[in-house]
C-alpha cells in the first residue's frame, strides 16, 4: 500500500530507478525514452554530469542559507545570467521554487507596482481562455484552463478570459494571418475599455501555450498589438514562460520570436531541468525601481527562495545551454521532428494538426479532419495514449482540454534537447505505434 497521495490516486506506476540521457528505467529495468521531459522539464536529459557536479559542490560548501540574513553567490550569478541573456530593460530576476509560486508572485509584483506609483484603483487581471499558469490560487484564477477550475471556482478572484490565438481552429477561410492576429488581439483593448483602463493592472498570456493546447505558438503580429495596447493603457505585460522558455523553442525566451519585451517573465520547469526545483520572475526596470525606490521592500517571499542548491543547478544548467549551443540544436532538431511527425502522423484520419517552435512540439487530434470536430472526451484519448506509450517505452504528455468551451485532446512533445537523429526516430516511432493501437478505440 502507497502513503502518498498521487495524482490519479489509484493509478499503478512504475518505479523509476535511474536515467541515462534521455532515457530512464524502472524498477524491471524496462526503458522509457523521455519524450516529453516529464512535462517540459529535463532539458538536459536524465544525467547531466555538470549540472550534478554543481549541486555537489554547493551542498558541500552551504546547501541553505535564509535570504533574509543572507544572499548567495549561485543565485547572484544566475541572475546576471538569466538577465544578460534577456533584452533590455529586463535587468531583475526574483528566484521562487516553481512555477505556480513564480506566476504567484508575477501576479502580486504587478499590483504591488500600481499600488507604489499611485494607481491603487488597478486590481483586475485579464488573460486567455485557452491557458494554464498553475495550481496555485492565485495562478488558477488567471488560468482558463475549465477542469482544472471547476471544483475551486468559489474560491478563486474574478478574472476577465479573452479568445486565445488559436489559428488552427479560429482563423477564417478569407482572412489573412495578420487580419486575424489584429482581430483576436484587439479583444483585449475591448475587455479593457469595458472594465475600465483605470481598474486593469495586467495581461497575462503563455508566448507559446503548453498544457492545455499541446505547444500552440501565437500568429505573426497577435504580441505585436497586444503589445501596443498593453503600452496605450497602462496595463502590465506578464508573459507566462514556465513551460516554453529557458530554450524550448529555439530561442531562450519564447518571446524573442514575437518581436516583443513584456514587463515581467515567469520561468521554472527547464530551468532547472528537473535536477532542483526552481522558478522566477525576470522583472523589467520599471517594476523594479517602483518598488525599490518606493516601499523598499516587496510584500511577498517563501522560505525556499534562491536556494543555493537550486541555483546552483540552474546555473550550470543555463551554462550548459549557452557553451553547448544547445539553442541551435533546439531549432535544427525541432525542424527534424516536426518534419519526422508530419510525414508519419498527418496521414492518419485522427491526427489534425502538428505545430510548434523548436523542440516544444503539439499534436491535435480530431474526430473529423474536414471539419476539425474534436475527439469527444468519452474517447479517454489522453489516457489510453499514455498508458499504451508507456507499454512501448515512451513518455508522452498527450491531455485533454477544452477548445474555446468544447472539448479536445492534444499531445505535447518536448524531449531533452540532447536528442540525437536515431532517437528522434525511436520517438516518432513508438508515438505511432501507441497512437494507432489507442485509435483502435474511436477510429
Ligand atoms: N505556468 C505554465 C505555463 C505551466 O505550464 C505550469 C505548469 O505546467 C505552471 C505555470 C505551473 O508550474 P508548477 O507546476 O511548477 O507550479
Redesign the pocket.
Known amino acids: 500500500m502507497t502513503h502518498i497521495l498521487h495524482r490519479h490516486c489509484h493509478s499503478q506506476l512504475p518505479t523509476v530507478t535511474c536515467g541515462d540521457g534521455i532515457y530512464l528505467f524502472d524498477q524491471q529495468g524496462k526503458q522509457y525514452l523521455d519524450g516529453c521531459g516529464g512535462?517540459a522539464v529535463s532539458n538536459l536529459g536524465h544525467s547531466h554530469t555538470a549540472v550534478k557536479k554543481a549541486m555537489i559542490e554547493q551542498i558541500e560548501s552551504i546547501p541553505f542559507a535564509h535570504t533574509g540574513f543572507f544572499t548567495n553567490q549561485a543565485s547572484e550569478e544566475l541572475a546576471t545570467l538569466l538577465t544578460d541573456l534577456a533584452p533590455e530593460p529586463l535587468n531583475h530576476v526574483y528566484f521562487v521554487s516553481?512555477?505556480?509560486e513564480a506566476?504567484e508572485s508575477a501576479l502580486k509584483m504587478a499590483r504591488q507596482y500600481f499600488v507604489e506609483i499611485g494607481k491603487p484603483s488597478k486590481t483586475q487581471f485579464i488573460a486567455r481562455r485557452q491557458s494554464?499558469?498553475?495550481?496555485t490560487l492565485g495562478?488558477l484564477a488567471v488560468g482558463g484552463n475549465e477542469w482544472r477550475r471547476e471544483k475551486f471556482t468559489p474560491l478563486l478572484s474574478e478574472v476577465t478570459h479573452i479568445s486565445p490565438c488559436y489559428a488552427y481552429r479560429d482563423q477564417q477561410d478569407n482572412e489573412s494571418e495578420l487580419d486575424y492576429s489584429l482581430r483576436v488581439a484587439n479583444e483585449l483593448e475591448t475587455e479593457i475599455l469595458a472594465l475600465g483602463a483605470e481598474n486593469v493592472m495586467a495581461f497575462v498570456a503563455?508566448p507559446v501555450v503548453?498544457?492545455t493546447a499541446g505547444a500552440l505558438p501565437a500568429t505573426k503580429g497577435y504580441f505585436k498589438r497586444i503589445r501596443e495596447i498593453c503600452d496605450k493603457y497602462d496595463v502590465l505585460l506578464i508573459l507566462?514562460e514556465?513551460?516554453c522558455g529557458i530554450g524550448r523553442t529555439g530561442t531562450f525566451y519564447a518571446f524573442e520570436q514575437d518581436q516583443i519585451v513584456p514587463d515581467l517573465v515567469?520561468i521554472?520547469?527547464g530551468l532547472g531541468a528537473g535536477y532542483q526545483p526552481i522558478?522566477g520572475v525576470v522583472i523589467s526596470d520599471k517594476i523594479y525601481d517602483a518598488i525599490a525606490h518606493g516601499s523598499g521592500f516587496f510584500q511577498h517571499g517563501h522560505t525556499f527562495m534562491a536556494h543555493p542548491v537550486a541555483c546552483a543547478a540552474a546555473l550550470a544548467t543555463v551554462q550548459t545551454i549557452v557553451s553547448e549551443s544547445l539553442l541551435d540544436k533546439v531549432q535544427e532538431q525541432g525542424k527534424k521532428l516536426r518534419t519526422k511527425l508530419k510525414e508519419s502522423l498527418l496521414p492518419l484520419s485522427y491526427v489534425g494538426d502538428i505545430r510548434g517552435r523548436g523542440l516544444f512540439i503539439g499534436i491535435e487530434l480530431v474526430a473529423d479532419k474536414q471539419t476539425k470536430t474534436p475527439l469527444p472526451t468519452s474517447t479517454e484519448a489522453n489516457k489510453v495514449v499514455k498508458q499504451l506509450a508507456m507499454k512501448h517505452g515512451l513518455m508522452c504528455y498527450p491531455m485533454a482540454g477544452t477548445i474555446n468551451g468544447r472539448a479536445g485532446h492534444h499531445i505535447l512533445l518536448a524531449p531533452p534537447f540532447i536528442i540525437n537523429d536515431k532517437q528522434l526516430d525511436e520517438l516518432v516511432s513508438k508515438l505511432k505505434t501507441a497512437l494507432v493501437e489507442a485509435a483502435q478505440g474511436w477510429a
Open positions: 512535462a516553481g512555477g505556480s506566476v494554464y499558469h498553475g495550481n495562478a503563455e503548453g498544457a507566462d514556465v513551460m515567469t521554472a520547469k522558478g
